[in-house]
């Protein structure tokens, strides 16, 4: 079942939203040639919980750190680790916090260092298709108008968007209804009102859509070895349209 949420949840929402924007700013300073992914996950439980928080991820269906950190042709879910982040890697980094009871759930891929141009372009087209995605939520819509926003940007642009994993809602739980694919024909699904709340996270492949897990239950990768982006906002629509309540 789809919640609603009042003008207070959201607030309370935007107030997890917060912290979750300012931890990923820092964390996306810290990406350097030599960090280790365990190093920024330390580093981003110990601002979680100093801005009063906790990290949503943290034991989550059995997850072990409160980050994901999924590198080059991973895409989601990647264990923080020893690995040292080289020179022209990109890296997924995402993130959830609980304040208050409420959740917010953000994404963002970085370069580390100076990366080719093929990468560039793939983050740039990647970002963008989230924007496409929330400036189609609009109160009278229906949810595949997300999805297909998405997708359309994406494959107008030469690259596969990831079918096997979807946004979600959000809210007193990470994953609420309804699911928020990023592919399908518009004007489908749940008709969008004011008060929903949704995790939108495009996941953008430059080669095929086809992923695999890998043998730790958890990292999510290219089945073709090409690299892979993902970019993630929690938002809620209001009176006048989308709020990203992870905005930084």
């Not at 891929?109 to 990647?126: F, H, K, N, Y």
């Not at 982006?229 to 930084?248: N, Q, Y």
Request: proline fraction near 5%.
């Amino acid at each position: 079942m789809i919640t609603i949420k009042s003008k207070r949840e959201i607030s309370l929402m935007r107030d997890s939203g917060k912290v979750a924007a300012a931890v990923l700013e820092a964390l996306k300073r810290a990406v350097e040639p030599g960090i280790t992914t365990a190093e920024l996950d330390k580093m981003a439980e110990k601002l979680i919980r100093r801005a009063g928080g906790e990290p949503a991820f943290l034991g989550y269906q059995g997850f072990p750190a409160s980050i994901c950190t999924s590198i080059n042709s991973e895409v989601v879910h990647g264990i923080p680790g020893l690995r040292r982040l080289e020179e022209g890697d990109i890296i997924s980094i995402d993130l959830g916090v609980v304040l208050k009871g409420y959740y917010s759930d953000t994404a963002i891929t970085v370069a580390v260092g100076r990366i080719s141009p093929a990468a560039e372009r793939l983050l740039d087209v990647t970002s963008k298709s989230l924007e496409k995605g929330i400036a189609a939520m609009r109160a009278g819509g229906h949810l595949s108008d997300i999805s297909h926003a998405v997708q359309k940007y994406v494959e107008a642009n030469g690259y596969s968007v990831v079918y096997s994993y979807a946004g979600h809602g959000i809210g007193t739980a990470m994953h609420e209804e309804p699911q928020v694919p990023n592919l399908g024909p518009p004007g489908h699904g749940p008709k969008l009102q004011r008060g929903m709340a949704l995790a939108i996270e495009p996941m953008v492949n430059l080669g095929s859509a086809e992923v695999v897990v890998e043998d730790d239950g958890w990292t999510v990768r290219t089945e073709d070895g090409s690299l892979s982006a993902h970019f993630e906002h929690s938002v809620a629509l209001g009176k006048d349209g989308p709020i990203i309540l992870t905005a930084p």
